[in-house]
């Protein structure tokens, strides 16, 4: 069995920290009352859960012990995180304050309360990542890599940063007039825009809008271009610049307008950057194909309602007004930048070879349950032999995409099933059910259309491997599939044998090495069958209520998450050993809450590993002082879904792709699946999970008021850090 840290789910060194109950107002003489378990104040709000786990991630921007360009990475993830934010959660309480169909969640906050305290919230985020990029910039100084503002350029670097503009950016720009005669122009969701003013000859004052181009780096790199030129004119010099200055796309342009108005006077120009509602509901009632409907649904992303606009502080209040009157907006939609706008756009440093700057790389293991113990064996073998467990991105996804390949080449296979939700552009699996259908297999794809921002590329895999033969379904009309499961059906040599993939994470093989997720590869037979019946539900018309193994949501998951809850409530009744570790991204849904706050209060041991939204509050008298919460941000995002059951000693571990939110249990097709080997579960509870538990570098508590504090001893190089204990152990899987 592999090497596993000293603390496990059932008995830590580390003695349990004091939870700070909620104030009361009671005088002492008598105990505070226990509120309901559905009163409001139990529970925290989950958009400002979700930006409070924002401002996690942007801890790490500032974390000066991590390298300086995962500093910046961690930049770009804020911009983009919040550009989402913005795109689908607040562009669902406005519709509702629209709409007049207001919907409060358990905390009891009204739509427009959540709007004015994210406001508050976003402004200081913002302040925030722009004082951490100006800390950042001069450390990049230091390290060679200069971004400049183009006024302090010098000659020479403004030289060539004017010739690029009238070689390249000059010809892709098309300023647009507004006047009486032409209406203001569209604005597309998450463009980057300048607002020019300019004025005629005979003095009249005009606005245009000049979109900056995102097919070109947003970040010049002024020496690549030097280089560039080195190399038309036949120079010699191979020898790589030492340092490297940049400037911003927009800076550029700026200083050029002249060019776009000639015999004009440019009087002024302001970035902005505008963000639409995302969140298009589709149709599916009405929709005759759903193909189209999502088509539609993306399509009309682009002249959704704006919810945000950022601007520099420096814009004049003439040029604003213009903005928010044919953006239709009001003030409170603005938000004033001393900085860059798009924060995500500083992840194009990213690309800059300074390996010295970044994570040290490390090599994926290769599972050694999966290596060949006889000449001539497959993997087909090694699933036979006992059940595989993954654990991306420590171990290689390699062995996913090989799988499938050996199953398109395999002539025993006959039939492969996959459910696709985010595949990515470039698929090696998509490429290897291509290829099994090329040889003649039964393949049978559902891919989910209505992935959110997933939806173009999954249309286009869709349409590919319908052209070649493949049974596509493109998911179902008011469910969104988002389980993650794979069967392979072979003729062996004595009958016939399902081979299941199943996991926490995409069959994308990009993300596979950004995010934590584990997956299982088996041929039990009656997951096998349960699969089948899945796959039977999902393709065709199927009302089976009951899998053998498997919990599937809307299903049964939800009921039987419910028991094992309660069974570990009821062991604790007769043991005093009850113990759930849950580990998962949100946990938002009220009766799963409600159940672990009795958990709680009847002395059951909770410790909840919850990377993002968080409703429940832990640490309250009487209601969830035996709750602990704990996050982990770090390198890798943490994806992994892993329920632990203590079970009166009789340890039982599910995985799978299911949050505790309501759409996950109710609105989606989920999937949870028991971890049957009993060596792979004490695997998962001595080493995986207590080594999450015991994490001190990257993990953040949540106190009962919704905040979450670290451990003194976090900027401490030696204390442990759980992923970076994974890519050191993880290959010390157990063998049978």
Known sequence: MAASPSVTPKASKRAPRKRRAEPSSNNGNQPPATPPLD??????????????????????????????????????????????????????????????????????????QELTAIRERVTQLYKDGQDCLRQILPQLNKEGIHVIDYAHLSEADAATANSYFSDTVFPTLTPLAFDPGRPFPHISNLSLNLAVLIRDSQGTEHFARVKVPDSLPQLVNLNALKQEAKKESKSKSKTPPKTLHFVWLEQLIIHNLQALFPGMEVLEAHPFHVTRDADTAIQQLEAGDLLESVEEGVWQRRFADVVRLEVNHAISGDVLDILLKNLEIEHEDVYKM?????????????????????????????????????????????????????????????????????????????????TLYRVGRNAPVVEALLEAIENGKQVAVLVELKA???????????????????????????????????????????????????STGNYNAVTAQLYTDLGLLTCDEAIGEDCTDLFNYLTGYSA?????????????????LEQLIRREIEHHKKDGQGHLVLKMNALIDRRMIKLLYEASQAGVKVDLLVRGMCSLRPGIAGVSENIQVTSIVGRFLEHSRIFYFRNGGNDEIYMGSADMMPRNLNRRVELLFPVQDPKLVRYLRDAVLATYLKEVVKARHMNSDGTYVRDPQHTHRRELNSQDWFIKHTSQRPVS
């Open 39 to 112: 009163d409001p104040s139990l529970y925290l709000n989950r958009e400002l859960s979700l930006l409070s786990f924002q401002a996690r991630v942007l801890e790490e921007a500032q974390d000066e012990q991590n390298p300086l360009l995962e500093r910046v990475k961690f930049l770009s993830i804020i911009g983009s995180n919040l550009d989402e934010f913005f795109m689908v959660r607040v562009a669902g309480l406005k519709s509702q304050l629209e709409s007049g169909a207001l919907e409060s969640g358990p905390d009891g906050m009204a739509p427009a």
């Open 338 to 418: 001393n900085g860059p706008l798009a924060l995500v756009r500083v992840k194009h440093l990213l690309s800059i070879d300074r390996p010295d700057l970044k994570d040290k790389p490390f090599v994926p293991a290769l599972v050694p349950a999966l290596q060949p113990q006889e000449e001539g064996e497959d993997i087909f073998c090694a699933i036979r032999r006992q059940d595989v467990l993954l654990h991306h991105p420590f171990d290689s996804f390699q062995p996913v995409v090989a799988f499938l390949q050996k199953a398109a080449r395999d002539p025993n296979v006959l039939a492969i099933k996959i």
């Open 452 to 502: 959110r921002f997933d939806e173009e590329s999954n249309i286009e895999w869709a349409r590919k491997l319908e052209r070649e033969g493949v049974h596509v379904v493109y998911g179902l009309m008011n469910l969104k599939v988002h389980c993650k499961a794979a069967l392979v059906v072979r003729q062996d040599k004595d009958r016939i044998r399902r081979y299941v993939h199943l």
């Open 544 to 560: 089976k209520t009951e899998y053998q193994k498997l919990l599937v949501a809307p299903v049964n998951l939800r009921d039987q």
